[in-house]
């Protein structure tokens, strides 16, 4: 038998403050907190967080060299420091997708590596998938596949956090490629 081993990482050390920071509205309803840390001629690197609603705390900023890299954190619709917060409507993949680009050319980026965890690696996906140009490359992890045999682990997550908005659809089962957050 093998012997037991650890594995450990490190990060870099914590960054106080964003470079720049600023609130973006998408669309009528939804406004998207974003931020900017690093080498502002550095490899853009954008870090799209798990959900639903997670966002992405000032402790994912230390993920990257801030010497190499031009690091983005945003947070998703409802999610964090965007607002309105845990907001359901029109928050669907395809916006958040459409957030993502509105993002990058807001911050004149010309392309991005894309790096997510769990449910934003979906989001990540769909964006390449819609916007392959746009992409360096992908760095994902705990890849999470949006299927419907999925969805029900996803609503209840979903009903946990967000629970009056979730209080109609937590009776019945969802349909394949329904939205659930």
Not at 52 to 74: M, N, S
Request: hydrophobic share 35%; glycine share 8%; net charge neutral.
């Amino acid at each position: 038998m093998d012997a037991p081993r650890q594995i450990t990482y490190e990060q870099f050390p914590p960054i106080e403050r964003p470079r720049r920071s600023g609130m973006l509205a998408v669309d009528d309803l939804h406004t998207l907190y974003w931020e900017e840390s690093g080498n502002p001629d550095g490899v853009p690197v954008v870090y799209v967080h798990g959900g639903p609603g997670e966002g992405a705390p000032p402790t994912k900023r230390q993920f990257w060299d801030p010497d190499h890299y031009r690091i983005v954190l945003f947070d998703q619709r409802g999610a964090l420091r965007s607002t309105p917060l845990a907001e359901l409507r029109n928050n669907t993949t395809q916006a958040l997708v459409s957030d993502l680009e509105a993002l990058r050319e807001h911050l004149g980026i010309d392309r991005w590596l894309i790096t997510a965890g769990s449910w934003g690696t979906t989001l990540a996906l769909a964006y390449g998938e819609a916007h392959p140009q746009r992409c360096l490359g992908f760095i994902l992890r705990g890849c999470s596949w949006a299927r419907p045999t999925r969805s029900t682990g996803l609503s209840t997550a979903c009903a946990a956090s967000f629970p009056a908005p979730m209080k109609i659809s937590s009776t019945s089962s969802p349909k394949p490629n329904a939205t659930i957050c």
